[in-house]
């Protein structure tokens, strides 16, 4: 599998959760052999943010600036190269992925189209909120689904913020999507907007409503009944407005329009339902794709037509064995393919048999912001299915995060983050006031 200069090239496609792990811990195994395969990590954005974040940088109850890894930093520090861009393209036959043309904001060519090689080609280049065609969405929604739309996000609200403010009028928001995103943007928004009430705006709350739609019976469908009554009972006692078997037909500059034809005002829409895989994994050189644009892969992670190439996290369906339906796309799916292809591929450069990827589902956690969290441990270990809520859950979730830093970072990098983490928020504002 060496190329014709002899080293082995391992190109990562995608940033998040399941590829900066991969190319962050095989960089470092591999940084001192001198006969080390190189890995290139390639992202269209400059920085990583934990997904499961997102919510709060949105929200702007997170600062950004201190919860973000800039890749080349990550790179330099972990034994890898990064390459800024974004797939266009991949010709199997040459074994090349095509990145296309970088813009700046006013129109100038930073970087042109180009070809990168590989020997394996790893895809994790994620989900995005399926509009389901609905109309009107991508014309007067925020989406959440990276860290660029966050902040983006987090500087409109802002705005809207200073507005109600200032002239003292009402700011409506809906979030359509009951799952965990949806539901963890709704809580974080009431602790925004109660932080921002501690500085001096004590009626502020009473001019900001928020709703949340479901179209499903309940939210937090994926979670056991218990956890998503728990959840929608507490929402509610935070003051949001909960509609559940609620379809959207249409979004307008005013709101949505409802399935029975009535009205949802809303001056600010957030549009965090259903899941799919980009656009372009819809025939990417004849590889194999679901509805939903992932890419089928085998129990190795392999995609169906290219042994060459492996996908993993939101943007693979994998159907285990014995199961009807494919993986969850969960943070919590990608990490543990992350690991299974940490320990694999190097097996695979030496022409050595690899196991299966097989997933345990040890559960999940929501987190509702400072208000509360829920959590059940899912169908593997000594307590199955037991939920819980509570310090307990928020703890579980806090050790999430921690446990990707340390990840990528390292143990005793990523354990002085979450000390600068404490003490920023003993000496920082609550929420980004910038």
Not at 202 to 217: K, N, Q
Request: hydrophobic fraction near 40%.
């Amino acid at each position: 599998m060496a190329t014709s200069g002899g080293q082995q090239r391992i190109v990562i496609v995608g940033g998040g959760v399941g590829g900066l792990e991969v190319a962050s811990t095989l960089g470092r195994r591999w940084r001192r052999r001198a006969d080390r395969p190189s890995i290139t990590l390639v992202d269209r954005d400059s920085a990583h943010v934990w997904k499961p974040m997102l919510h709060t940088i949105a929200a702007g109850t997170r600062d950004i600036s201190q919860q973000q890894t800039a890749y080349l930093a990550q790179a330099r520090d972990a034994g890898f190269t990064y390459q800024p861009g974004e797939l266009c393209g991949l010709d199997r036959d040459a074994r090349e992925i095509l990145i296309a043309a970088q813009h700046a904001p006013d129109g100038r060519l930073l970087l042109p189209p180009r070809r990168l090689g590989y020997d394996l080609l790893v895809l994790a280049i994620g989900s995005r909120a399926n509009d389901f065609g609905t109309p009107g969405v991508a014309e007067h929604c925020f989406y959440i689904d990276s860290r660029r739309q966050a902040d983006t996000f987090n500087q409109e609200i802002r705005m809207r913020l200073l507005q109600a403010l200032g002239q003292e009028a009402p700011l409506s928001i809906a979030i359509v999507g009951g799952g965990a995103t949806g539901v963890e943007l709704a809580a974080e928004l009431v602790q925004l907007v109660e932080s921002a009430s501690a500085y001096g705006v004590p009626d502020l709350a009473s001019r900001i409503t928020i709703t949340l739609v479901e179209a499903g019976p309940r939210v937090l469908a994926a979670f056991p009944e218990d956890i998503s009554s728990a959840t929608r009972e507490r929402l509610e006692a935070i003051g949001i407005r909960v509609l559940v078997g609620t379809q959207v037909r249409a979004a307008t500059a005013d709101g949505f329009v409802l399935a029975d034809g009535s009205q949802l005002p809303a001056s600010l829409k957030v549009w965090a339902a259903g899941v799919k895989g980009p656009e372009l994994l819809a025939g990417l050189d004849g590889l194999e794709a679901t509805r939903n644009n992932q890419l089928v892969v085998r129990p190795s992670l392999q995609t169906t037509r290219d042994p060459a190439i492996y996908a993993l996290g939101d943007c693979a369906s994998l159907v285990p064995a014995g199961a009807e339906r494919p993986l969850p796309p969960t943070a919590q799916v990608a990490h543990q393919q992350a690991q299974y292809l940490i320990r694999s591929l190097p097996e695979v450069l030496q022409g050595r048999p690899v196991p299966d990827f097989s997933y345990r589902d040890l559960g999940a956690l929501v987190s509702l912001g400072d208000y509360d969290a829920f959590g059940s441990l899912g169908q593997y270990g000594l307590f199955t299915g037991v939920t819980f809520r509570g310090r307990l859950a928020q703890l579980s979730h806090v050790m999430l995060y921690r446990s990707h830093q340390a990840r990528i970072h390292g143990f005793w990098r990523g354990s002085m983050l979450w000390l600068v983490d404490r003490l920023n928020s003993l000496l920082r504002a609550p929420i980004r006031l910038d």
